[in-house]
């Protein structure tokens, strides 16, 4: 998926009751997982992509709030404008996450909430946290969340020959389990701290019944049991540079 396909996405995004309620029930899953993850002072940080903030709230605005400094970036430029429009305060730039404009050692957080499940092959997940890695000072921690193969139901939407769009509105590609994520993120150089599963009610449940955001939310306690990788929709992992 180009670029220019991420435009369409944005460009054509239509909010309805369902669409506003994943996107609050995302963000506030991700949040929360933030605020147990990341420290209270967080320094630099970057985030790797703003489809949530050109769409809602997202995430910046509660990193933002932790962050000496934040930059986020897209590949997309309609997604960033739609950010921008959002969040006039935020600093978005365009760029490619396998080639980060940055130096190396730039940030002491990186963000990064499936930005890296969309590339055709896992040669594009490993680039990505190359570059993650790079660009974090040693001791920096990198949050990546993936969709989970593990997960029958998003295995099986993945295998799909085509996606109708009420399953998800754009392209979903390679991704990794947990112990994959965990093997990755190794073979880059991270230390891996954390392995986590998150937003365990199925995206279409959630779209066609629209509960209140709060019996949502209360699923997320299934991230306590030992199903957890069965039912997450999203692997999440805490990675710290040594
Ligand atoms: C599914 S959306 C991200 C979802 C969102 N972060 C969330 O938590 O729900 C994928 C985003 O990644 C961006 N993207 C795709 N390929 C990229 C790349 N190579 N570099 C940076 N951003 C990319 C897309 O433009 C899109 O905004």
Redesign the pocket.
């Known amino acids: ?1 180009t ?1 220019h396909d ?1 435009d369409a996405v ?1 460009r054509t995004w239509r909010e309805t009751r369902g669409s506003s309620l994943l996107r609050a029930y ?1 963000d506030e899953v ?1 949040r929360r997982l933030l605020r147990r993850w990341l420290p209270q002072d967080c320094g630099r940080v970057l985030k ?5 903030e ?1 769409v809602a709230e997202g995430l910046s605005p509660f990193l933002a709030a932790r962050a000496q400094a934040f930059v986020a ?4 430029p309609e ?1 960033v404008a739609a950010a921008r429009r959002r969040h006039p305060e935020l600093d978005a730039r365009v ?4 080639a980060l404009p940055f130096e190396a050692a730039s940030f002491d957080v990186v963000v990064s ?3 890296l499940d ?2 055709p092959s896992r040669a594009g997940v490993e680039a ?1 946290l190359r570059e993650l890695h790079r660009v974090l000072v040693p001791g920096g921690l990198a949050v990546v ?1 993936l969709d989970n193969p593990r997960n029958p139901l998003v295995a099986l939407r993945n295998a799909l020959p085509f996606r109708p769009l009420v399953l998800v509105p ?1 392209y979903v590609g390679a991704t990794l389990g947990p112990r994959g994520l965990g093997a990755a993120l190794e073979s880059v150089g991270f230390a891996v701290e954390e392995l986590a599963a998150v937003m365990h009610v199925p995206r279409i449940a959630a779209r066609a019944l629209r509960p209140p955001l709060r019996l949502l939310l209360a699923a997320e306690r299934l991230e306590r049991w030992p199903t957890r990788f069965l039912t997450g929709q999203f692997v999440a992992a805490r990675a710290r540079r040594p």
């Open positions: 998926m670029s991420w944005v995302s991700n790797t992509d703003v489809f949530d050109a970036i897209d590949a997309s997604t760029a490619d996450v396998r909430t499936s930005t969309h590339f990505a969340t754009y």
